[in-house]
């Protein structure tokens, strides 16, 4: 049974870092694409970053530039380093994961398996 627990949010100020883990259990993490999804209050969910089986990563707009998304297979950790932080970045961030047969969209797949969140939130 996959299961994915992110921790590592908070609360930071504009200009500031934060970085989140994702820890994974009931596969083999280095055969998954992984990725980051977020959601503001009153807004849809939307992709943030993904990162294939092969170490490609891809970055919505929004955060190419100032966030970083990587993952240490041995450890069954996946991370998202997020610098420069915004108070438009201010979301509950989820940890997610799938088959790479499942990948397609980079950091738009719509994945089979989501951790519960952890709340970001960054003040001006």
């Known amino acids: 049974q996959v299961q994915l627990v992110e921790s590592g949010g908070g609360s930071v100020q504009a200009g500031g870092s934060l970085r989140l883990s994702c820890f994974a259990s009931?596969?083999?993490?280095?055969?998954?694409?992984m990725g980051w999804y977020r959601q503001a209050p009153g807004k849809e969910r939307e992709g943030v970053a993904s990162i294939d089986s092969d170490g490609s990563t891809s970055y919505a707009d929004s955060v190419k530039g100032r966030f970083t998304i990587f993952k240490d297979n041995a450890k069954n950790i996946l991370y998202l380093q997020m610098n420069s932080l915004k108070p438009e970045d201010t979301a509950v961030y989820y940890c997610a994961a799938d088959l790479p047969l499942y990948c397609t969209g980079g950091y738009l797949t719509d994945f089979g398996y989501w951790g519960q969140g952890t709340q970001v939130t960054v003040s001006s």
């Open positions: 009931g596969y083999t993490h280095s055969t998954y694409c």
